[in-house]
Every structure is written in C-alpha cells, then in structure tokens.
C-alpha cells in the first residue's frame, strides 16, 4: 500500500483562505481588523523567525499585528506589564507570548495572566482545563493539535470509535491531542518514555499521532496497515547532499510509513503548516468573541 498524504501546504491554504474572507467581512462590518499582538522576550533565532512568519501570515490574512520585543534581560515585572497593557488594549484581540521564555523567568505566571478571551495560544490553565473536561468548550485550542484534528478532518478521516495512539505527552501538543481526539470520541492511548512496549500499542491504533521530538523513531513495521498517521515532530539531521548540510525529518521513519498506512502527514509540509493557519482561526475567534458576534 501506499498512504494518502495530507498534504499541509493545501489544507493550510484553505485555512488561511477561509480566516482572509472572514476578516473581510468582519471589516466591512465593524471598520476593524482583527489583529494579533505577540511577545517575543530575548533573541532566541527559532522564536524569532517564527514571530516573523506570524506577522507575515497575518498580513496576508489582512489582519493587524503588533510584536513587541523584550531584550532578554527583561524582568518578570516587565513582561508581566506588557501583557497587563495588551489585555486592556481594546485594539488588540488576541495575545500570544512566544515560547519558551528566557532563563528566569515564569512562563507559567505570564500565561496564567492573558486574557481568557485573548488566549489564541490556548494555553491559559483554564483554556486546557476546560479542553480535557467532558462536556466543556474552551475559549481557544492550542494551534498545532487544532491543526491536527483539523488535518485529519478535512482529509475525510473518520475519528469517531477509532482507536488512536498519542506518542508524547507535551502540554503543548501530546495531552492536548489526546484530549480533542477523545473529545472527538477515539478510544486514546497516550504513550511517552515510560511506556511499555511502544510498538505493541501503535499496532492497535487507527490513528496515530507522533509528537516525540526524535528523528524516525516510529517505524513502519509498527504501524496497522490502512491506518492514519499525523506526524508533528520537526527534527534536522545531518545531511551530507544538501547545501545546508542537514534536512528536516519527523518523528515517524516516512518512507516505510508511506508502505503501510493509509494516510500519512509529510515532514516537512505538514503539521508544520497547520500551526500558523489555525493561529489565524483563533485570532478571528477572539475578535468575534470580543464584538459579540456569533
Ligand atoms: P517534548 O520534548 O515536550 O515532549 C516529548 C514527549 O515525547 C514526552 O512526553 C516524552 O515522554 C515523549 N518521548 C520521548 N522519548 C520517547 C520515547 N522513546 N518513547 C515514547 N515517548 C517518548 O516535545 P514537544 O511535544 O514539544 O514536541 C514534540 C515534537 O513536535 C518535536 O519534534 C517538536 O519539534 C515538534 N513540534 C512541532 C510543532 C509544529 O508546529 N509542527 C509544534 C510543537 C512541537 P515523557 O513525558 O515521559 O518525557
């Protein structure tokens, strides 16, 4: 067999083209954009490039977008007084401080201060409290494992009654996707360092999501033929043939995986794409939550 990509490039697109035209609307209707304020605190090269593209991405979108940058040498009080700013700022409809914070500084006490309705990163303590609640709806969901379910969904993949494996267990991404896929009604397994027999319990799953942060750790052989594979892991390994002398590989081993599954996320061109497109739903989500607007 040979898996379906998911591609990322094109549900990305669609994404980012959906949140554009509703931005339009929302314009003509109330003379405003939404518009996304972003923390980036020191000069972290990874952070600031992927400020860089948010801003872009919102641009595009013809959103607003503000950075504000914080030297590294910030003090807790300082960040804290950026956000306080940003969460009373009627201009501004969604907060994202970009991690992970330098050295010192308490990225937990700054989350836990934006604005619950601001919260387009989802990770306010109540935002993925309420995620992993039966019955609950939280404000905002975390952009990359939105941008999984999203993935999954849009390539017509059924997740209801499945049995899906998360490998990881991040708060970023690894108990978030859990929870929305069990939100979504999948049987969940999460797997991380600690378990027993990894390639026993991916064997079961129809759905596999990979979020290890090691380089084609998931093998082929481990995988239920036919099933879905989402890899969100982004790892750069030596690579003598290109010019920068590494290339980008997940944390599932593609070319065997593609013999095997039914559908399978490309690194790079997957998830990767996703995280920004969905940075972009949310942002619209909390302009429309800010303007009662249904
Ligand atoms: P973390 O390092 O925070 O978490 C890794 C998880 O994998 C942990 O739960 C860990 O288990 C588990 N793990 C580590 N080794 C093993 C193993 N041998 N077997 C089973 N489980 C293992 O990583 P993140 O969640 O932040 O990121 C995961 C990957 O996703 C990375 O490659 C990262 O670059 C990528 N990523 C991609 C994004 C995107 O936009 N596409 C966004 C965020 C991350 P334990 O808890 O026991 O330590």
Redesign the pocket.
């Known amino acids: 067999m040979t898996a379906q990509l998911i591609d990322g490039k094109i549900i990305a697109e669609a994404v980012r083209r959906e949140a554009a035209e509703e931005t339009a609307k929302l314009k003509a209707q109330t003379g405003q954009a939404p518009t996304l304020a972003v923390v980036l605190v020191g000069d972290n090269p990874a952070s600031q490039s992927y400020v860089t593209s948010k801003g872009r991405a919102c641009e595009e979108a013809g959103m607003g977008s503000i950075t504000h940058r914080l030297p590294a040498t910030a003090t807790q009080a300082e960040v804290e007084e950026l956000v306080r700013a940003l969460n009373a700022d009627p201009a501004v409809n969604g907060i994202l401080v970009q991690l992970p914070l330098p050295k010192g500084l308490d990225e937990e006490a700054v989350l836990n201060l934006i604005s619950l309705n601001k919260d387009v990163d989802g990770f306010h303590p109540m935002n993925i409290g309420q995620l992993v609640m039966k019955g609950r709806t939280p404000q905002f969901i975390p952009c990359?494992p939105a941008g999984c379910i999203e993935m999954l969904v849009r390539s017509g993949i059924e997740i209801a009654g499945k049995d899906a494996v998360v490998?990881?267990?991040?708060n970023?991404?690894?108990v978030p996707v859990a929870a929305l896929l069990q939100n979504a009604d999948a049987t969940v397994t999460t797997?991380?360092?600690?378990?027993k027999d990894?390639p026993a319990k991916v064997r079961n799953a129809d759905i596999v999501v990979a979020?290890?942060?090691?380089p084609e750790?998931v093998r082929g052989e481990w995988l239920k033929p036919g099933c879905a594979v989402i890899d969100?892991?982004?790892?750069r390994i030596p690579d003598a043939t290109k010019k920068s002398g590494a290339r980008l590989v997940g944390?599932v081993a593609f070319a065997e995986a593609v013999e095997v599954a039914g559908y399978i996320t490309p690194v790079p061109g997957g998830?990767?794409l996703m995280?920004v497109a969905m940075l972009l739903t949310n942002t619209v989500r909390a302009f429309k939550l800010q303007h009662g607007i249904a």
């Open positions: 990359t490998v990881g267990r991040s970023i991404v690894g797997c991380h360092s600690k378990t990894l979020a290890i942060g090691r750790y969100v892991g982004i790892n944390d998830v990767g995280t």
